[in-house]
């Protein structure tokens, strides 16, 4: 079974509007992590936001917001006034477990394309 | 700001020869990982290490692969024989502590990657 599903492969948006980028996750631990990682088409990946499974709130960083919604076990990534620099692929991850080094299992990804 | 740094940034050789891809991890970091990913899909997990020794492998880890820390800052990762489909882009990525630790240190930092192309 997938851990992380990402069932969006691609997505249009027009410049300024919100997105939301859908994640859902299968674990049984009780500790996991999930996060949001966007590759510009240079290759690179870039960091954007972090969820663990006990934190109270919603995590945001900037423009970048995760709505997590533990009983449906989401993680959708909410991007507010889009610009055309958040052109790119986005991957959803999991690491499960606190302990140790923590492998991170990736979603197949949502390429986001921002039109003027 | 501290970063990841891979070498080279593109290696090209020939099916059967060994590679070497070189990574410098953040320097107060504990854990390290290799990744890869084939052009077009999604990031795969190859390899954990910590403590110098691997913590954990993939089934894609097969004994044609070795990690070493050869000292105290580089992480390399070694194809002995190389084949076609080993043609990826490969992502070194460390991280300080386990995620028991505060939020801002559970962060795994991605180098920029190594793309690897096998003729």
């Known amino acids: 079974a997938q851990k992380i599903t990402q069932t969006q492969p691609g997505m249009f948006v027009q410049e300024k509007e919100a997105v939301t980028l859908d994640c859902t996750y299968d674990?049984?631990?009780?500790?996991?992590?999930l996060f949001w990682y966007k590759q510009p088409s240079s290759g690179e990946m870039i960091f954007l936001i972090y969820?663990?499974?006990?934190?109270?709130q919603n995590a945001t960083e900037g423009r970048y917001s995760l709505n997590f919604q533990k009983a449906r076990k989401s993680a959708n990534l909410v991007i507010s006034a889009s610009q055309l620099g958040d052109s790119a692929m986005y991957f959803c991850?999991?690491?499960?477990?606190?302990?140790?080094?923590?492998?991170?299992?990736f979603g197949q990804g949502t390429r986001l394309t921002i039109n003027p | 700001e501290p970063e990841v740094t891979q070498t080279p940034s593109h290696q090209v050789t020939q099916m059967g020869q060994e590679v070497i891809l070189r990574c410098v991890p953040i320097?107060?970091?504990?854990?390290f990982y290799w990744y890869r990913q084939i052009l077009g899909q999604k990031v795969e997990f190859l390899v954990s290490?910590?403590?110098?020794?691997?913590?954990?492998k993939s089934e894609i880890f097969d004994d044609q692969f070795s990690v070493e820390r050869p000292d105290g800052s580089n992480f390399t990762l070694k194809i002995r024989s190389t084949k076609l489909e080993d043609s990826a882009m490969y992502f070194c990525?460390?991280?300080?502590?386990?995620?028991?630790?505060?939020?801002?240190?559970?962060?795994?930092?991605f180098g920029p990657g190594t793309r690897l192309t096998v003729l």
């Open positions: 991850a999991m690491r499960e477990g606190i302990q140790g080094a923590q492998k991170l299992v």
């Open positions: 969820q663990g499974s006990y934190d109270q």
């Open positions: 320097s107060n970091h504990l854990y």
């Open positions: 674990t049984s631990d009780p500790s996991y992590g």
């Open positions: 990525a460390s991280n300080r502590e386990s995620s028991g630790g505060p939020s801002l240190s559970r962060e795994q930092f």
């Open positions: 290490f910590y403590n110098n020794e691997i913590s954990e």
